[in-house]
Structures are given as C-alpha cells and as structure tokens.
Nanobody, 114 residues
Framework: VQLQASGGGLVQAGGSLKLSCAAS????????ISWYRQRPGQEREWVAR???????DYTDSVKGRFTISRDYAKMTVYLHMSSLRPEDTAVYYC?????????WGPGTQVTVSS
C-alpha cells in the first residue's frame, strides 16, 4: 500500500483546508484509515479515523472542526479542516492498517498563522 498526502499549506486562523491521501492498492487497503499529525517538538499524535462501516472518531481537540471522509472510487481519503487554530500547525500524515500492518505516507505541512 502506498499513500500520498497532499493539500497542506499556509492558512490564517479561522480558515479551512482539505487534505487528501491518495492510496494505491486494493479497496480494502483503505478500510481502516487514520490521520495523524506531528506538531513542532512533539510526538506524532492520532487525529481522526474511519472504519470500514464508515464510523468516525476524532481526538477531542479537533471534534466539531475536522471531518474525515473516504472515496473508494478515487481511492482517496480526506481530512476537511475548518476553524483552524495556530495549534493545528503540524505535519499531517495518513495511515492505513491493512493485513495487520501499518502503512504511512509522507506528510503534508499545515501552517496556521495567527
């Protein structure tokens, strides 16, 4: 499974961005998909996930502001981010869990200015 995240950039506080994670492989390779982020000087942290049935879960700090979605036809997973805050500044990564292994893509930088 190969993953490629894109869509990061510089945005003002309160703004929005949509990250994309394009996957190669079979449909089932993105059944279990998550977004993580690594803020400057901090450990990588989990942000959002989606199950095969479409259930979603979010870390508390992004609930109500971020939305994870998936398009099997495009083999792409999205992270819609709104009401962005300077503390959302981080490198964002997508991760797939497939056949008992984790697959990570290279991250995309999101910078939120105050």
């Amino acid at each position: 499974v190969q993953l490629q995240a894109s869509g990061g950039g510089l945005v003002q506080a309160g703004g929005s961005l949509k990250l994309s994670c394009a996957a190669s492989g079979s449909r089932s390779s993105i059944h279990y998909i998550s977004w993580y982020r690594q803020r400057p000087g901090q450990e990588r942290e989990w942000v959002a996930r989606m199950t095969p049935g479409g259930s979603t879960d979010y870390t508390d700090s992004v609930k109500g502001r971020f939305t994870i979605s998936r398009d099997y036809a495009k083999m792409t997973v999205y992270l819609h981010m709104s009401s962005l805050r300077p503390e959302d500044t981080a490198v964002y990564y997508c991760k797939a869990w497939y056949r008992a292994s984790d697959y990570w893509g290279p991250g995309t930088q999101v910078t939120v200015s105050s």
